[in-house]
């Protein structure tokens, strides 16, 4: 088993900025088959960013040139920092890891999840 923790989000102002980090232990898994997504109410559970297969980043156009995703290896935990915040972007945000190839950019490629963390920008 892999157990997600995260932490780091809440309440911003749009134009604000917050990092989001996600710490895996249990099972061994790599950076690199971590990523995040969020969902919004009343919508489907969206891809925001990840780290692919070959260890580069991948992002969803919504969010691209304002949301970098990184890693500390040795700590195994991936890091979600959000600038530039928009009232759009507002939802619970998860962590997610992977144990097997498939799609980067699909939930159902993801068989370990965070519990989740709100992220709410005010206009």
């Known amino acids: 088993q892999v157990q997600l923790v995260e932490s780091g989000g809440g309440l911003v102002q749009a134009g604000g900025s917050l990092r989001l980090s996600c710490a895996a232990s249990g099972r061994t898994v790599g950076t690199n088959r971590m990523g995040w997504f969020r969902q919004a109410p009343g919508k489907e559970r969206e891809f925001v960013a990840a780290?692919?297969?070959?260890?580069?980043?991948t992002y969803a156009d919504s969010v691209k040139a304002r949301f970098t995703i990184s890693r500390d290896i040795a700590k195994n935990t991936v890091y979600l920092q959000m600038n530039s915040l928009k009232p759009e972007d507002t939802a619970v945000y998860y962590c997610?890891?992977?144990?097997?190839?498939?799609?980067?950019?699909?939930?159902?490629?993801?068989?370990?999840w965070g519990q989740g963390t709100q992220v709410t920008v005010s206009s």
């Open positions: 780290f692919t297969w070959s260890g580069s980043s």
């Open positions: 997610a890891a992977r144990t097997s190839a498939g799609s980067d950019y699909s939930p159902r490629s993801y068989n370990y």
